[in-house]
């Protein structure tokens, strides 16, 4: 299994909300990551777990808070968000050597805020 | 703090044409990886660059890695359609924590 599995696909929720997003990979990576994209703009880091830790936390604000129950799954848990976070959000997986090895993405989650 | 830039940042062209995009840096990066993205999907990973001056081919797609290893470029060759897309470069974070930092992107765009 090569894949990055990110649910759902689409999600569009109101700011008084709560709700999750879920990730999920096989491969056997230690290490996963959480990016949100604008349109025609390139990821940008929020988090990164290694071997189930939080190592990175790019100062992203308190109302998005991951979550790895184990090495094969990541959540990334929203309260409270504003329409400005509206954005693909990527979750992707790697060996601990991505700087040689590269990111397995997953196809996103495209969250609405209303 | 580490930077890719990459130019252009758009590109539009015709079905046949060549095509060629940069990723510059000031610093060295140990490797340097090109993806592509679809529209609402996630960037697939192309190639790994690691050695200076590496050539690598994927079908029409040839990719470099300076003498130094502060900069690659991607060429296109008889560019079609199926290669539009958003092409990022990208590059290990010196720290080694896994983080990548990215170009700005080149949106492609290949006119039938």
């Known amino acids: 299994d090569t894949e990055v599995t990110q649910t759902p696909k689409h999600l569009v929720m109101g700011m008084t909300n709560k709700k999750s997003l879920k990730c999920e990979q096989h491969?056997?990576?230690?290490?996963m990551y959480w990016y949100k994209q604008k349109a025609k703009k390139p990821p940008e880091l929020m988090f990164v777990?290694?071997?189930?830790?939080?190592?990175i936390n790019e100062s992203v604000p308190s109302r998005f808070s991951p979550e790895c129950p184990n090495s094969s799954l990541l959540n990334l848990h929203l309260h409270a968000l504003q329409p400005e976070d509206s954005a693909l959000y990527l979750c992707?997986?790697?060996?601990?050597?991505?700087?040689?090895?590269?990111?397995?993405f997953g196809s996103g989650t495209r969250l609405t805020v209303v | 703090t580490q930077l890719l830039e990459q130019s252009p940042q758009f590109l539009s062209i015709q079905e046949g044409e060549n095509l060629t995009v940069y990723c510059n840096s000031s610093?060295?990066?140990?490797?340097l990886q090109w993806y592509r993205q679809e529209p609402g999907e996630g960037p697939v990973l192309l190639v790994t660059?690691?050695?200076?001056?590496e050539v690598k081919k994927l079908k029409r797609l040839t990719f470099q890695f300076g003498d130094a290893r502060k900069d690659s470029s991607l060429h296109i060759t008889a560019a079609q359609p199926g290669d539009t897309g958003l092409y990022l470069c990208?590059?290990?974070?010196?720290?080694?924590?896994?983080?990548?930092?990215f170009g700005q992107g080149t949106t492609l765009q290949v006119k039938p």
């Open positions: 992707a997986s790697s060996s601990t050597g991505a700087r040689d090895y590269g990111y397995t």
């Open positions: 491969m056997g990576h230690r290490a």
């Open positions: 777990y290694s071997y189930e830790k939080l190592s």
């Open positions: 610093s060295v990066f140990s490797s």
């Open positions: 660059v690691v050695t200076g001056g």
């Open positions: 990208a590059g290990g974070s010196s720290s080694n924590t896994g983080k990548l930092i």
